[in-house]
């Protein structure tokens, strides 16, 4: 992991496309500003978790030849 110190109003690049710049630092909350492309997805980690969660579910939810049937008609 690379640990970087900012200030407020100050970034960093990731490539050639993506900015994250420090918007502002209260207590130990640290508010941060995205610039992305947005063929990029942003997601806070928990969600992305979740997100990567219903995938494997929906992956391996046993299908029912009922519906695949009336899906094809």
């Given at each position: 992991?690379?640990a970087l110190?900012r200030?407020?109003n100050?970034?960093?690049?990731?490539?050639?496309n993506?900015?994250?710049?420090?918007?502002e630092i209260?207590?130990?909350?640290?508010k941060?500003?995205?610039?992305?492309?947005?063929?990029?997805?942003?997601?806070?980690?928990?969600?992305?978790?979740?997100?990567l969660?219903?995938?494997?579910?929906?992956?391996s939810?046993?299908?029912?030849?009922?519906?695949?049937?009336?899906?094809?008609?």
């Open positions: 992991m690379l110190t200030k407020i100050e970034s960093i690049m990731i490539g050639n993506i900015e994250i710049t420090i918007l209260r207590g130990d909350q640290v941060i500003g995205i610039n992305a492309p947005k063929s990029i997805p942003v997601y806070r980690k928990e969600i992305y978790l979740q997100i969660e219903s995938n494997k579910e929906a992956a939810a046993e299908i029912n030849g009922d519906v695949l049937k009336e899906l094809f008609k």
